[in-house]
């Protein structure tokens, strides 16, 4: 049988890490503290919000949340960036995009102080991720696929990867992490062609179109292992990722292993967010550059 990967023990060992951290930093007076924008009450957002604030209460890191109506329009967003930019007991902000339709993304993203960008929505973060010089935070979903390799001591180097999915969010950021990890990486998007053969060829697949259950037996093969970023409905309306798990499950075989929807990656992302607080945190209190 298949090793599902799991993001619980992930999540633990982080909390472990990250408790020790924090005691040090309240011993210096600081209390970590992660500020969260948002704009109107998608339920994504919601949901991500309450996990987010689940976990920071497990945790000891302070949650302050900037919340607006869906049409309190660009200029009380970027003076609500401002504030959290402004205040010295704020170490890390989380945006919640897309933002509602009419708001210019890219101006707010650009607005916040790349020292808080912890999700790494800015150029300046995306510049770290790309070429490797600078200081920021990678976007926490694409760190937390690395967080998993590591976790269950999967070693990219040398190993062919593919990344399906070429968003600034995921796919693009985990391609160039797993570059500069010497991994062989092949990207994969909407035009490709002869996708399942890309994806059957790799040693290491990740997986980030939002396309339920679309990646199915021919696209795997013995020993790959899957990591499943997606999050989806399936037609029962139950969460699921972007590949058929039984299947994968079955044709990667003892030799491989998959990350579950849900249970997989989508909790790890949440933990990564508040190592990146208590990086930003420290950066502060300690002067000690992010890794
Ligand atoms: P986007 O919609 O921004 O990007 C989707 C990517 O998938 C695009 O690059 C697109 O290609 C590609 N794609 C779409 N259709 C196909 C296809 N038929 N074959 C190959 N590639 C295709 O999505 P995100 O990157 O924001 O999110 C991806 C998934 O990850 C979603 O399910 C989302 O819910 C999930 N997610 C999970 C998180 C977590 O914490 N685990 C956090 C954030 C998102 P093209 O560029 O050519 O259009």
Do not use: W
Not at 44 to 49: G, I, P, W
Not at 124 to 130: D, G, I, P, Q
Not at 164 to 176: C, E, K, Q, W, Y
Not at 211 to 231: N, P, T
Request: hydrophobic share 45%; with cysteine; net charge negative.
């Amino acid at each position: 049988m298949a090793k599902e990967l799991l993001g619980k023990p992930v999540i633990a060992a982080l909390k472990e890490d990250l408790l020790g951290r924090i005691d040090a930093l309240k011993s210096e007076g600081v209390v970590p503290a992660l500020a969260i924008v948002r704009v109107g009450e998608r339920e994504d957002d919601l949901s991500y919000e309450r996990t987010a604030l689940k976990r920071s209460e497990g945790l000891g890191v302070e949650v302050r949340r900037f919340v607006l109506p869906e049409d309190a329009g660009q200029a009380a967003l970027m003076d609500v960036i401002s504030q959290v930019n402004e205040d010295d007991s704020i170490h890390g902000c989380l945006i919640f995009r897309p933002l509602p339709r009419g708001y210019d993304e890219e101006a707010a993203c650009e607005a916040l102080d790349p020292a808080k960008d912890i999700d790494g929505i800015g150029r300046a973060a995306l510049a770290r991720v790309f070429t490797g010089r600078g200081e920021g935070f990678a976007p926490c979903t694409a760190a937390a696929c690395l967080e998993m390799l590591d976790a269950y001591g999967i070693d990219a180097a040398g190993k062919r990867v593919a990344v399906v999915g070429r968003s600034l969010v995921i796919g693009r950021p985990v391609a160039m992490m797993l570059l500069e990890r010497n991994a062989t990486v092949t990207m994969c998007h909407s035009r490709t062609e002869n996708l399942e053969a890309a994806v059957r060829e790799a040693d290491i697949v990740v997986l980030a179109t939002g396309r339920a259950e679309a990646y199915g037996a021919s696209c795997f093969r013995e020993g790959q292992v899957v990591l499943d970023v997606g999050i989806n409905v399936d037609a029962e309306g139950n969460l699921c990722g972007d590949a058929d798990f039984d299947a994968a499950f079955e044709a990667v075989g003892e030799a491989g292993a998959v990350t579950p929807v849900p249970r997989g990656i989508g909790g790890v992302t949440t933990s990564v967010l508040m190592k990146h607080v208590v990086e930003a945190a420290e950066k502060s209190a300690f002067s000690r550059p992010c890794e």
